[in-house]
């Protein structure tokens, strides 16, 4: 029996293995010599019409050349309709052609591609481009797998891939692809049904040249020179079972003549050999051994030998002629005569084979054909259930689950589990619980133990992913419980450790959280998931931080990014979500400029593929905080106007206080009192974080909502011009924070609450308190903190200038340029701008906009539109809304205005 790799590979990488030089297509060959600048070559026609022989004799004369061009070959079928099983087999044509794909190869030949289909492809194209060499590549029955997503795989390879790459499509119907547009280009050529047509002589090298001319002319006339047709009757008139004569009769379709032979050789074959070619029908491939295995027979070898003669219709697929498929329009013409019992039989039978080969798509389809969910169910449960989500990421367990019907989804407590988990992922919330509520309903019912300690599991993951961690007993930190809890299940264990992780992380137990992570990692180890192994990291790394263990956390990082490039490339979904805390950690040494890379590859994987509130956390506040020093206040705004959306939409109320908090933040440092006093008082925020009441609650310490409202409503103070009770607020959440241990956010309050002593004593302060609150910033290169203070701070590093490490001497000096430079208050707006903006908050029509300023309306047309930009938005509503959100407008005044019109 083959490998698991090796029979997902079988009759995908090469072309059949037909006889090259039955029609030798030298002319239209020779025509498509002249299309090999073009970056895409397109065969369009019918079945039948000889366009997988017209490729693979293409594929031959590109490799006679006195200079050999690659050429690598794929196979499609309706399974490919997966993005990631597409790029594995494209990955590994390519590699057959030369290409080195470095890591990616061993990715492939397992099939476990990245979850995200464009990190693959662009690690495809880098690959490419290293080769430096022009590849040609075959993708034969596109019409099978097309789908918007192999569609746009398809289209990036062309957009991008050209100098390196020349894609041939062969498919039955045109794809869904800008063709008008590729044409114009200079991009396409086409090939077509007409094109394909076989000549008098080509068809006369088909039935022999030996043939009456005006038999060789009524075969060409009826079957109107479609290949197949010509190759049945072939087979019917050597059989001598038939004349050319009877085909007179025919005067309907092509289609009736190819359908009546192809009757007539099957009813002529022996009815063993007859039989086997029904039955055999229903693989998509097959050996010898695979429809022993489906027919429950041991002759399978024997009949295979026997129809050796008909290999134009049963197409061997490798050069040792064990494998084979049936030319599509056999197997068209073949499965509907196949009795439905017996179908069932077979389809029933092939599915564990299948599934010993690792196939669960095939394997599953076979199970559901033959109306065997209960056998669907068990092969999803052997794949590993809703561990195909991690191993196999979204759009592969997605495409699994689509075989099902309604009620199975519905019903199936294997199924429900994977949908609870898959839409946590996703972030629909509502979908989720549901479907883990019904999950609960269906298992409680059950005695299957396996299936409640996987409900255990699910469960969990899906309140991380919504970030409902209030019940801490419910999230263990301790190997005991877990062990308790799900006996001899290291994975399950890892996994509801890694919750309790994040749970203790969430209340500020910081501990606990490093506990839990590193009894997780081991576990992970155990069973080999590097995957939950940097989950594992990524948790520890930020309660070192959290702590003040700076370089232990760095080094946590690292590791986990050399892991994730190791196992799953240097491109990897993976990589890119440790990158948001590596990120984190570049901010927080003051590196901004390195942190932008980072941050985006992380945005695109946790909008696509995971996250939960701790990383969303992260990129929202160094994103906002990033665009305010280099782009302005409405780029943070914008960012912050993405975070609240992004909360909203996944059920985050936690993330959305902290970006209430931060928006009063922004609008505090950039001046705007009045907006920063207004959000303040819609987000509640002194009533959340009172003056004197606890801050901490059952569960523990909000120290993320603390810090940040801290410093939110600290800085409106102080522009208020209040400092002393902003002192007074700060030091109060000193103490809190320092009784939990939460050192980086006592050091970044500590600096605030320097800033607002100053301002409220209007003077100097002892440089040894200075010396004490700037030493563990300086000490552990967490520049960017003081960065993040602004210009204010300069008076205190001035204030000990000459004892300064190089550290602090730089930052001065950045410090500097950034007052002589300082962050952009608001978009500029031309005095008429400013008039057209005041008039369209007010409510004027542009008609009243016109005569008011005395301009004409298509000038206000324009203004209007540049406005549009400044502000970023694209209708009047959201104009006004900006404008009076940014500070351009105030309310009371506009809605004062009396109408001019």
């Not at 665009?627 to 109320?653: I, K, P």
Request: aromatic content about 6%; proline content about 4%; some cysteine.
């Amino acid at each position: 029996m083959p490998s698991s790799s090796a029979w997902m590979w079988v009759g995908k990488l090469a072309p059949p293995q037909i006889q090259l030089d039955t029609v030798r297509r030298a002319a239209l060959l020779g025509r498509l010599q002249g299309y090999r600048h073009m970056s895409l070559a397109l065969v369009t026609s019918p079945p039948g019409f000889g366009k997988t022989t017209l490729l693979a004799q293409w594929r031959e004369a590109l490799q006679s050349l006195a200079q050999p061009i690659p050429v690598a070959w794929l196979s499609l079928d309706e399974a490919d309709s997966d993005p990631g099983r597409f790029l594995a087999y494209v990955l590994l044509a390519l590699e057959g052609a030369g290409v080195d794909l470095q890591g990616l190869s061993q990715r492939a030949h397992a099939q476990a591609l990245d979850a995200n289909p464009e990190r693959t492809l662009m690690a495809l194209l880098q690959a490419l481009q290293r080769a430096g060499v022009r590849i040609t590549l075959m993708l034969d029955d596109y019409h099978r797998a097309e789908c918007p997503a192999i569609d746009g795989i398809v289209l990036t390879l062309l957009e991008r891939a050209s100098a390196w790459l020349q894609l041939i499509v062969a498919t039955r119907t045109r794809p869904h692809w800008p063709l008008a547009t590729l044409k114009a280009r200079g991009l396409v050529h086409q090939v077509d049904a007409n094109d394909l047509i076989l000549s008098l002589s080509e068809a006369s090298q088909i039935l022999g040249e030996g043939m009456d001319r005006t038999d060789l002319a009524i075969v060409h006339s009826r079957t109107e020179g479609w290949a197949v047709a010509i190759q049945l009757a072939r087979l019917w008139l050597s059989r001598g079972s038939g004349s050319s004569h009877g085909l007179k009769s025919f005067s309907g379709r092509v289609q009736e003549v190819a359908e009546y032979l192809a009757e007539q050789i099957v009813e002529n074959l022996p009815a063993d050999c007859r039989e086997f070619l029904l039955e055999t029908s229903l693989l998509e491939r097959f050996n010898a051994e695979l429809a022993d295995v489906a027919r429950g027979r041991k002759d399978s070898a024997e009949l295979l030998a026997r129809l050796a003669p008909y290999e134009a219709l049963l197409v061997p697929l490798d050069a040792g002629r064990s494998w084979f498929r049936y030319h599509l329009m056999l197997a068209d013409f073949l499965r509907p005569r196949l009795d439905a019992r017996r179908a069932e039989q077979i389809h029933r039978a092939a599915a564990p084979w299948l599934a010993k080969q690792a196939d669960w798509v095939l394997a599953v389809s076979h199970a559901l054909q033959a109306h065997d969910t209960e056998l669907a169910i068990a092969l999803v449960h052997e794949a590993g259930g809703w561990e195909l989500v991690l191993r196999k990421g979204i759009q592969y367990t997605q495409g699994l689950l689509q075989q099902f019907d309604d009620l199975a989804r519905r019903s199936e407590p294997e199924l429900l589990l994977m949908q609870a988990y898959l839409h946590a992922k996703l972030g629909d919330e509502a979908l989720a619980m549901e479907l883990l509520r019904l999950s609960e309903i269906v298992i409680q019912a059950q005695d299957a133990a396996q299936l409640k300690r996987d409900l255990v599991v699910i469960s969990a993951l899906v309140h991380v992913y919504f970030d409902q961690l209030d019940d801490l007993e419910r999230w263990p930190t301790q190997s005991a419980d877990v062990n308790q809890r799900l006996p001899d299940d290291p994975l399950g264990q890892a996994t509801l450790l890694c919750v309790g992780a994040v749970a203790a992380l969430a209340w500020g137990r910081m501990e606990q959280a490093m506990l839990a992570a590193q009894a997780a990692r081991t576990r992970m180890r155990l069973v080999g998931s590097t995957l939950g192994e940097n989950y594992c990291l990524i948790h520890w790394a930020q309660a070192l931080s959290a702590t003040g263990q700076i370089l232990l956390s760095r080094q946590k990082i690292d590791e986990a990014l050399a892991l994730a490039d190791a196992n799953f490339g240097t491109d990897s979904s993976l990589k890119a979500l440790v990158g948001c805390i590596k990120a984190q950690h570049l901010y927080w040494q003051g590196q901004w400029t390195e942190v932008l890379p980072w941050l985006s590859a992380g945005q695109e994987t946790l909008e696509r593929v995971d996250g939960w509130l701790d990383i969303f956390a992260t990129t929202a506040e160094i994103s906002w905080r990033i665009a305010l020093r280099q782009e302005g206040l409405q780029a943070a705004l914008s960012m912050l106007d993405q975070s609240a959306q992004l909360a909203r939409r996944r059920s985050l109320a936690r993330l959305s206080r902290l970006v209430q908090a931060w928006r009063v933040d922004l609008l505090a440092q950039c001046g705007l009192l009045t907006q920063a006093q207004q959000e303040a008082s819609a987000a509640q925020l002194e009533t959340q974080l009172p003056m004197a009441s606890p801050i901490t609650s059952a569960q523990g310490l909000d120290w993320r909502f603390l810090e940040a409202g801290t410093l939110a409503l600290a800085k409106l103070q102080m522009a208020a011009g209040a400092a002393q009770p902003a002192q007074v607020r700060i030091e109060r959440a000193l103490r809190v924070l320092e009784a939990s241990g939460l050192q980086l956010p006592v050091w970044r309050l500590r600096l605030l609450g320097l800033l607002a002593k100053r301002r409220a004593q209007e003077g100097e302060i002892a440089s040894a308190e200075i010396q004490a609150a700037l030493a563990p910033l300086l000490q552990w290169g967490l520049g960017g903190l003081l960065l993040e203070a602004g210009p204010g701070v300069l008076p205190l590093l001035q204030q000990l200038e000459g004892g300064l490490p190089p550290l602090g001497q730089a930052l001065i000096t950045q410090l500097r340029g950034w007052q002589a430079h300082p962050p952009k208050r608001r978009t500029h707006f031309s005095a008429k701008e400013e008039q057209v903006l005041e008039l369209l908050v007010a409510g004027q029509a542009n008609k009243a906009i016109a005569r008011a300023m005395d301009i004409s309306e298509n000038t206000v047309k324009f203004h209007l539109k540049q406005i549009f930009q400044k502000l970023n938005v694209d209708s009047r509503t959201a104009a006004i809304a900006a404008a009076l959100q940014q500070g351009f407008a105030s309310p009371a005044a506009m809605l004062a205005r009396p109408r001019l019109d």
